[in-house]
């Protein structure tokens, strides 16, 4: 087990953040919580760890998950002295999504949001691009997808579907 006596706070802040960095969000298994800006913060104070988490909006079904994944993480690390607290404030946004999570996106069919996008409405402002072949010719089949932040699109040019990660 990792204690405040024997390991400062900063390791101790490193290695509980390269733990919980690596929990997958249960509805995008192909991002970390780390790449969707859904792990805020990992401080230290006393030996003790605490890992601030925000949801993607304040009804994800996905937090209670997430908060027994950072614990388990923590506990494989062999942190013992720990709590995961969810922040509310300041709400998500999609401008919190890592480029890398940009990338893991775009690379799984999904097309991410732009950056800066968050806050401004985006049906009939502008293209969204197919991640697949990158046309913009697209077009939006319904604003609901198989989770609440992902809408359904499909691409003109390819003619297939895709789910495009909404703005918020």
């Known amino acids: 087990m990792v204690r405040c006596k024997r390991a400062s706070d900063a390791a101790l802040r490193d290695l509980a953040r390269r733990a ?4 997958a969000d249960p509805e995008l298994p192909v991002l970390t919580i780390a790449d969707l800006g859904v792990l805020r913060d990992v401080t230290v104070r006393d030996g003790r760890v605490e890992v601030v988490i925000t949801p993607t909006y304040s009804g994800c079904p996905a ?13 494989r690390a062999g942190i013992s002295e720990s709590r ?18 940009r ?7 999904i097309a991410p949001p732009r950056p800066g996008a968050a806050g401004r409405a985006l049906f009939g402002r502008h293209a969204v691009c197919c ?12 604003e609901f997808g198989s989770t609440a932040c992902k809408a359904l699109w499909r691409c003109d040019a390819c003619r297939e579907p895709f789910e495009y990660f909404k703005c918020y």
Do not use: F, H, N, Y
């Open 84 to 101: 995961v607290r969810t922040a509310l404030s300041p709400a998500w946004t999609t401008d919190w999504i890592s480029e890398e999570g």
């Open 131 to 142: 991640p697949r072949c990158g046309s913009a010719s697209t077009r939006l089949l319904s």
């Open 63 to 75: 937090m209670d998950l997430i908060e027994v994944e950072v614990a388990r993480a923590l506990d």
């Open 20 to 23: 919980v960095e690596q929990v």
């Open 103 to 109: 990338r893991k996106l775009q690379e799984s069919g």
